[in-house]
Protein backbone atom coordinates (compact mmCIF):
# COMPACT_ATOMS: atom_id res chain seq x y z
CA UNK A 1 0.00 0.00 0.00
CA UNK A 2 1.67 3.42 -1.12
CA UNK A 3 1.78 5.86 1.76
CA UNK A 4 1.05 9.25 0.86
CA UNK A 5 2.60 12.22 3.57
CA UNK A 6 -0.15 15.17 3.58
CA UNK A 7 1.34 18.22 3.84
CA UNK A 8 -0.13 21.51 5.23
CA UNK A 9 0.15 22.71 1.53
CA UNK A 10 -2.34 19.94 0.85
CA UNK A 11 -5.15 20.88 2.99
CA UNK A 12 -5.08 25.10 1.88
CA UNK A 13 -7.48 24.58 -0.87
CA UNK A 14 -10.21 23.11 1.99
CA UNK A 15 -9.21 26.00 4.63
CA UNK A 16 -9.30 28.38 1.78
CA UNK A 17 -12.85 26.87 0.70
CA UNK A 18 -13.98 26.94 4.44
CA UNK A 19 -13.18 30.87 5.01
CA UNK A 20 -14.78 31.91 1.98
CA UNK A 21 -18.00 30.22 3.02
CA UNK A 22 -17.61 31.69 6.45
CA UNK A 23 -17.23 35.08 5.25
CA UNK A 24 -19.81 35.07 2.73
CA UNK A 25 -22.46 33.99 5.52
CA UNK A 26 -20.53 37.09 7.39
CA UNK A 27 -21.79 39.08 4.43
CA UNK A 28 -25.13 37.92 3.77
CA UNK A 29 -26.21 38.52 7.50
CA UNK A 30 -24.89 41.94 7.24
CA UNK A 31 -26.92 42.50 3.93
CA UNK A 32 -29.89 40.98 5.32
CA UNK A 33 -29.69 43.40 8.65
CA UNK A 34 -29.14 46.25 6.10
CA UNK A 35 -32.04 45.06 4.36
CA UNK A 36 -34.29 44.62 6.98
CA UNK A 37 -33.31 48.09 8.64
CA UNK A 38 -34.22 49.82 5.26
CA UNK A 39 -37.32 47.91 4.78
CA UNK A 40 -38.20 48.52 8.35
CA UNK A 41 -38.03 52.63 8.11
CA UNK A 42 -39.50 52.69 4.64
CA UNK A 43 -42.59 50.46 6.49
CA UNK A 44 -42.71 52.81 9.62
CA UNK A 45 -42.32 56.32 7.15
CA UNK A 46 -45.05 55.51 4.83
CA UNK A 47 -47.45 53.13 6.82
CA UNK A 48 -50.25 54.46 9.70
CA UNK A 49 -47.05 52.99 11.90
CA UNK A 50 -45.50 56.18 11.63
CA UNK A 51 -48.01 57.46 14.62
CA UNK A 52 -47.31 54.99 16.34
CA UNK A 53 -43.72 56.09 17.32
CA UNK A 54 -43.15 60.07 16.16
CA UNK A 55 -45.86 62.60 16.91
CA UNK A 56 -47.27 64.11 13.81
CA UNK A 57 -48.47 67.56 13.37
CA UNK A 58 -52.05 68.31 11.62
CA UNK A 59 -50.48 69.26 8.61
CA UNK A 60 -48.27 65.80 8.27
CA UNK A 61 -45.39 66.92 9.93
CA UNK A 62 -43.15 64.82 12.20
CA UNK A 63 -42.40 66.66 15.26
CA UNK A 64 -40.60 64.10 17.71
CA UNK A 65 -40.20 60.94 19.15
CA UNK A 66 -43.29 59.74 21.16
CA UNK A 67 -43.07 57.42 24.06
CA UNK A 68 -43.08 54.62 21.75
CA UNK A 69 -40.10 56.19 19.57
CA UNK A 70 -38.32 56.84 22.47
CA UNK A 71 -37.90 53.57 23.44
CA UNK A 72 -37.02 52.40 19.65
CA UNK A 73 -34.80 54.79 19.63
CA UNK A 74 -32.78 53.37 23.11
CA UNK A 75 -33.36 49.91 22.34
CA UNK A 76 -30.02 49.44 19.49
CA UNK A 77 -28.10 50.26 22.34
CA UNK A 78 -29.31 48.27 25.11
CA UNK A 79 -29.58 45.75 23.15
CA UNK A 80 -26.23 45.95 21.41
CA UNK A 81 -25.19 45.78 25.02
CA UNK A 82 -26.88 42.80 25.34
CA UNK A 83 -25.88 40.84 22.29
CA UNK A 84 -22.41 39.63 23.49
CA UNK A 85 -24.40 37.75 26.23
CA UNK A 86 -26.76 36.08 24.17
CA UNK A 87 -24.22 34.80 21.93
CA UNK A 88 -22.17 33.40 24.79
CA UNK A 89 -25.49 31.96 26.78
CA UNK A 90 -28.47 31.94 23.96
CA UNK A 91 -29.05 29.11 21.85
CA UNK A 92 -28.57 29.94 18.35
CA UNK A 93 -32.12 30.84 17.43
CA UNK A 94 -31.66 33.57 20.16
CA UNK A 95 -28.89 35.12 18.71
CA UNK A 96 -30.82 35.13 15.22
CA UNK A 97 -33.42 36.52 16.60
CA UNK A 98 -31.35 39.28 18.68
CA UNK A 99 -29.43 39.87 15.24
CA UNK A 100 -32.79 40.58 13.22
CA UNK A 101 -34.62 42.16 15.88
CA UNK A 102 -32.17 44.61 16.04
CA UNK A 103 -31.95 45.49 12.13
CA UNK A 104 -35.29 46.21 12.84
CA UNK A 105 -35.34 48.24 16.07
CA UNK A 106 -32.35 50.72 14.29
CA UNK A 107 -34.87 50.74 11.13
CA UNK A 108 -37.21 52.70 13.22
CA UNK A 109 -34.85 54.87 15.52
CA UNK A 110 -33.47 55.82 11.82
CA UNK A 111 -36.88 56.60 10.14
CA UNK A 112 -36.24 60.84 10.73
CA UNK A 113 -33.57 60.63 8.26
CA UNK A 114 -36.28 59.92 5.73
CA UNK A 115 -38.19 63.15 6.42
CA UNK A 116 -34.99 65.63 7.23
CA UNK A 117 -32.39 64.43 3.49
CA UNK A 118 -33.77 64.08 -0.04
CA UNK A 119 -34.11 60.35 -1.29
CA UNK A 120 -31.79 61.69 -4.34
CA UNK A 121 -29.14 62.62 -1.31
CA UNK A 122 -29.89 59.42 0.90
CA UNK A 123 -29.19 56.55 -1.90
CA UNK A 124 -26.04 59.10 -3.44
CA UNK A 125 -24.57 58.69 0.20
CA UNK A 126 -25.28 55.68 0.29
CA UNK A 127 -23.86 54.61 -2.87
CA UNK A 128 -20.47 55.68 -1.44
CA UNK A 129 -20.65 54.20 1.72
CA UNK A 130 -21.11 51.28 0.22
CA UNK A 131 -17.87 51.99 -2.36
CA UNK A 132 -15.65 53.33 0.57
CA UNK A 133 -17.11 50.42 2.57
CA UNK A 134 -16.32 47.33 0.06
CA UNK A 135 -12.78 48.87 -0.32
CA UNK A 136 -11.55 49.04 2.94
CA UNK A 137 -13.32 45.27 3.75
CA UNK A 138 -11.59 44.42 0.72
CA UNK A 139 -8.07 46.00 1.64
CA UNK A 140 -8.59 44.35 5.77
CA UNK A 141 -9.10 40.86 4.37
CA UNK A 142 -6.21 40.69 1.76
CA UNK A 143 -3.61 42.63 3.58
CA UNK A 144 -1.02 41.09 5.18
CA UNK A 145 -0.14 43.55 8.00
CA UNK A 146 -1.28 43.29 11.53
CA UNK A 147 -4.02 45.87 11.35
CA UNK A 148 -4.60 45.47 15.32
CA UNK A 149 -2.14 48.83 16.43
CA UNK A 150 -4.82 50.46 14.43
CA UNK A 151 -7.83 49.14 15.57
CA UNK A 152 -6.99 49.69 18.82
CA UNK A 153 -5.84 53.25 18.45
CA UNK A 154 -9.14 53.66 16.13
CA UNK A 155 -11.46 52.25 19.29
CA UNK A 156 -9.99 54.34 21.45
CA UNK A 157 -10.75 58.03 18.71
CA UNK A 158 -14.38 56.35 18.82
CA UNK A 159 -14.47 56.83 22.72
CA UNK A 160 -13.27 60.54 22.16
CA UNK A 161 -15.73 61.14 20.01
CA UNK A 162 -18.86 59.85 21.97
CA UNK A 163 -17.89 61.77 24.91
CA UNK A 164 -17.26 64.99 22.56
CA UNK A 165 -20.87 64.52 21.55
CA UNK A 166 -22.13 63.88 24.56
CA UNK A 167 -20.37 67.48 25.76
CA UNK A 168 -21.55 68.87 22.75
CA UNK A 169 -25.72 68.51 22.95
CA UNK A 170 -24.73 71.11 26.15
CA UNK A 171 -22.01 73.27 24.11
CA UNK A 172 -24.44 72.93 20.47
CA UNK A 173 -20.89 73.56 18.27
CA UNK A 174 -21.89 73.50 14.91
CA UNK A 175 -18.31 73.30 14.18
CA UNK A 176 -17.49 70.88 16.94
CA UNK A 177 -20.42 68.49 14.82
CA UNK A 178 -18.59 69.12 11.78
CA UNK A 179 -15.17 67.77 13.42
CA UNK A 180 -16.77 64.98 14.67
CA UNK A 181 -18.45 64.01 11.30
CA UNK A 182 -15.37 63.91 10.01
CA UNK A 183 -13.70 62.68 12.52
CA UNK A 184 -16.31 59.66 12.68
CA UNK A 185 -15.87 58.80 9.14
CA UNK A 186 -12.24 58.39 9.52
CA UNK A 187 -12.44 56.14 12.14
CA UNK A 188 -15.27 53.79 11.22
CA UNK A 189 -13.91 53.48 7.41
CA UNK A 190 -10.44 51.95 9.84
CA UNK A 191 -12.69 49.96 11.30
CA UNK A 192 -13.83 48.61 8.45
CA UNK A 193 -10.61 47.28 7.64
CA UNK A 194 -9.85 46.33 11.37
CA UNK A 195 -13.03 44.50 11.63
CA UNK A 196 -12.75 42.36 8.67
CA UNK A 197 -9.18 41.02 9.54
CA UNK A 198 -9.95 40.50 12.43
CA UNK A 199 -13.03 38.19 11.67
CA UNK A 200 -10.55 36.19 9.12
CA UNK A 201 -8.91 35.66 11.93
CA UNK A 202 -11.27 34.43 13.97
CA UNK A 203 -12.36 31.41 11.29
CA UNK A 204 -11.39 28.39 12.34
CA UNK A 205 -12.03 24.53 10.64
CA UNK A 206 -12.41 22.79 13.57
CA UNK A 207 -15.53 24.66 14.46
CA UNK A 208 -19.02 23.43 14.10
CA UNK A 209 -22.02 25.18 12.54
CA UNK A 210 -23.29 26.11 15.53
CA UNK A 211 -19.89 27.93 16.68
CA UNK A 212 -19.67 29.15 13.14
CA UNK A 213 -22.87 30.96 12.85
CA UNK A 214 -22.68 32.68 16.14
CA UNK A 215 -19.29 33.87 14.50
CA UNK A 216 -20.82 34.73 11.31
CA UNK A 217 -23.36 36.49 13.01
CA UNK A 218 -20.74 38.33 15.55
CA UNK A 219 -18.83 39.60 12.80
CA UNK A 220 -22.09 40.90 10.78
CA UNK A 221 -23.11 42.87 13.33
CA UNK A 222 -19.63 44.88 13.74
CA UNK A 223 -19.47 45.17 9.83
CA UNK A 224 -23.19 46.39 10.12
CA UNK A 225 -22.53 48.91 12.85
CA UNK A 226 -19.06 49.90 10.76
CA UNK A 227 -21.16 50.48 7.87
CA UNK A 228 -24.70 52.44 9.18
CA UNK A 229 -21.84 54.82 11.29
CA UNK A 230 -20.18 55.52 7.92
CA UNK A 231 -23.32 56.16 6.12
CA UNK A 232 -24.66 58.15 8.75
CA UNK A 233 -21.58 60.44 9.19
CA UNK A 234 -21.10 60.76 5.83
CA UNK A 235 -24.99 62.08 5.34
CA UNK A 236 -24.61 64.45 7.63
CA UNK A 237 -21.20 66.03 5.85
CA UNK A 238 -22.44 65.95 2.10
CA UNK A 239 -26.52 65.30 2.50
CA UNK A 240 -29.10 67.74 1.13
CA UNK A 241 -31.76 68.46 3.49
CA UNK A 242 -35.28 69.06 2.72
Known amino acids: MENKTFTKTDAMPAIDEGLRQ ?13 CATALTAFLVANTPLLGLFFNISPAGQVMGLSALGWLAFLAPLIMVFAFSWVV ?4 LGQVQGMFWGYAAVMGISLTPILFAYTGASVARIFLIS ?5 GMSIYGYTTKKDLTAMGSFMIMGLWGVIIASLVNIFLRSSGLDL ?24 YMTADNHDTMTRKAITGALALYLDFINLFLNLLRLFGDRR
Not at 22 to 34: A, E, I, K, T
Not at 130 to 134: E, N, P, V
Request: net charge positive; with cysteine.
Open 88 to 91: SRGT
Open 179 to 202: ALSILAVIIFTGLTAYDTQKIRMM
Open 22 to 34: YMMRVYNFMCGGL
Open 130 to 134: AATFG
